[in-house]
């Protein structure tokens, strides 16, 4: 069993914020009023931006949300993102702030869009630690064509990953222990790996965060692929072939026309398995918990 998917079954404290329906519902509302703030700031400024991971399988499968989740993420390329970058202050800072790595207190290797008056608090999380309802980024790097410095570039990837990860964890382990004390699941397997957290920390997870992104995004000439070193699958279960990403094809999002892949069958297959559009029983579905919530 995954580490991740403990949390997906973990038996939380009383005082933890689980999601029912009606406040699931509340959260997805916003997600797409943040969405048609967003939305318009990309086509006016000519950036190219997919939805991502669960969020394409959502637009296939449901044609919106999957009905459990509580999240919107986005694909963009490097170029793409750089360019948000610099016209993200006129467009949107009243409303939101956009965080990436290496900013102060900001634990994620990849940018967040946070909506300014609203606050979230996942378990996952420093003690006392919050920030806004977020739309994560993820971008697509450029990688090398040759078999062996793409190798090269994505074990140094995914050696950085693994240290952020570990300093993140070591970060965050006292709310989780905190908030998972009736199971003993959690609370062994985080004090098995929090060993590694120490051997990373005489540099703040800042730096390392900081210094992931120089890593992931050191290639500057678009080849045969993409990869998105940050996400769930890490580098390796992340490379895609760049035609994907060449011309958004379109899907229905809630009701909106949103940019999908060129092919998002092919990348759901290669991402999820040829059973994408198979649902998964109960207990492998995401239980969304958190410490605070306020929308």
């Known amino acids: 069993m995954g580490f991740l998917h403990l949390f997906k079954t973990a038996k939380y404290t009383d005082d933890v914020i689980i999601l029912d329906d009606s406040k699931l519902k509340l959260v997805q509302s916003e997600l797409?009023?943040?969405?048609?703030?967003?939305?318009?700031?990309?086509?006016?400024?000519?950036?190219?931006?997919?939805?991502?991971?669960?969020?394409?399988?959502?637009?296939?499968?449901?044609?919106?949300?999957?009905?459990?989740?509580?999240?919107?993420?986005?694909?963009?390329?490097?170029?793409?993102?750089?360019?948000?970058?610099?016209?993200?202050?006129?467009?949107?800072?009243?409303?939101?702030?956009?965080?990436?790595?290496?900013?102060?207190?900001?634990?994620?290797?990849?940018?967040?869009?946070?909506?300014?008056?609203?606050?979230?608090?996942?378990?996952q999380s420093?003690?006392?630690?919050?920030?806004?309802?977020?739309?994560?980024?993820?971008?697509?790097?450029?990688?090398?064509?040759n078999a062996l410095l793409r190798s090269i570039h994505g074990l140094k990837s995914t050696f950085l990953l693994f240290v952020d990860s570990s300093v993140r964890l070591g970060y965050c382990s006292k709310n989780i222990l905190k908030y998972t004390n009736n199971d003993p699941r959690i609370q062994k397997e985080i004090r098995k790996r929090t060993w590694a957290s120490h051997l990373f920390a005489l540099m703040p997870l800042e730096r390392w965060l900081f210094l992931s992104d120089q890593v992931f995004s050191s290639v500057h000439k678009r080849g045969k692929y993409l990869v998105c070193p940050g996400g769930v699958n890490h580098f390796f279960g992340e490379l895609y072939n760049s035609s994907l990403f060449e011309h958004p094809s379109t899907g229905l999002f809630e009701g909106e026309k949103w940019n999908l892949p060129a092919n998002p069958e092919e990348y759901l297959r290669q991402r999820y398995g040829s059973n994408y559009m198979q649902l998964p029983p109960p207990d492998k579905r995401e239980k969304h918990a958190y410490v605070a919530l306020e929308l």
């Open 126 to 145: 420093v003690e006392n630690h919050s920030h806004g309802l977020f739309i994560d980024i993820f971008i697509l790097e450029n990688t090398y064509d």
């Open 32 to 123: 797409m009023s943040m969405m048609k703030d967003i939305v318009p700031v990309f086509l006016e400024n000519h950036i190219k931006w997919f939805l991502s991971g669960g969020s394409i399988l959502g637009a296939v499968r449901h044609q919106g949300f999957i009905p459990w989740d509580d999240d919107i993420d986005l694909f963009m390329e490097r170029s793409d993102f750089d360019r948000f970058k610099k016209v993200f202050d006129k467009c949107l800072d009243d409303r939101y702030m956009l965080r990436t790595p290496g900013d102060k207190d900001y634990l994620m290797c990849f940018p967040r869009i946070e909506k300014i008056g609203t606050k979230v608090q996942s378990i």
